[in-house]
């Protein structure tokens, strides 16, 4: 019974380099969810997706993020040229149909700019 | 703008005590869910309500939602260790989907 799986769970990265993050849905979904959370803080929305679509993406930074949930294969969220500020921790979740199912999350990439 | 605040943020209460956490909006939304986070991990689903006024138990916790659709409560009875965590609560309305900004419980043994 494959939940949603993220990795790395784990990522370190330095100042200007890029970080990708990977997050394979629940079996038989196809709607994507990406979230940023800070310590002891709630989370934060950044970009909905459905396979090869982006339907919201009011959350995520215009400069440096992106996103994608390709036909084949895992949903990624792509930072270019990482700051400090990008560190965090990024949820993703998955759910059925629409956007306002409940939604089933990952256990998270936690990122670390040096 | 945070569509849904939670109250109280932070809540330290002794193994056996019963607690209430609060979830309130100015918006309606179509459903509601609860979730609970431990560190380290991704957050839960609890419940979801639907309807106006709906009342759900789950063991030792009790989730309403508001008449309205706008608010929903979190009433945890005889809190145990294990219940300490991140809660969460999130609405749905039309194509968003908002977390409300989280309760953090510490149940001491």
């Known amino acids: 019974n494959a939940g949603v799986m993220q990795n790395p769970r784990h990522l370190v990265r330095r100042r200007g380099q890029e970080a990708r993050l990977r997050c394979s849905p629940m079996?038989?979904?196809?709607?994507v969810y990406w979230y940023r959370q800070l310590p002891e803080e709630g989370l934060k929305f950044m970009v909905y997706?459905?396979?090869?679509?982006?339907?919201?993406e009011s959350g995520m930074p215009k400069e440096r993020f992106s996103a994608e949930f390709p036909k084949e294969g895992p949903s990624i969220l792509r930072i270019q040229q990482v700051v400090r500020g990008d560190s965090a921790a990024y949820f993703c979740?998955?759910?059925?149909?629409?956007?306002?199912?409940?939604?089933?999350f990952g256990d998270g990439t936690r990122l670390s700019i040096l | 703008t945070q569509l849904l605040e939670q109250s109280p943020q932070f809540l330290s209460i002794q193994e056996g005590e019963n607690l209430t956490v609060y979830c309130n909006s100015s918006?309606?939304?179509?459903?509601l869910q609860w979730y609970r986070q431990e560190p380290g991990e991704g957050p839960v689903l609890l419940v979801t309500?639907?309807?106006?006024?709906e009342v759900k138990k789950l063991k030792r916790l009790t989730f309403q939602f508001g008449d309205a659709r706008k608010d929903s409560s979190l009433h945890i009875t005889a809190a145990q260790p294990g219940d300490t965590g991140l809660y969460l609560c999130?609405?749905?309305?039309?194509?968003?989907?908002?977390f409300g900004t989280g309760t953090s419980l510490t149940v001491i043994p």
């Open positions: 979740a998955s759910s059925p149909l629409a956007s306002n199912q409940p939604q089933h």
């Open positions: 079996k038989g979904h196809s709607h």
């Open positions: 997706l459905q396979k090869e679509n982006i339907i919201d």
């Open positions: 918006s309606v939304f179509s459903s």
């Open positions: 309500v639907v309807t106006g006024g």
């Open positions: 999130a609405g749905s309305t039309g194509n968003q989907f908002y």
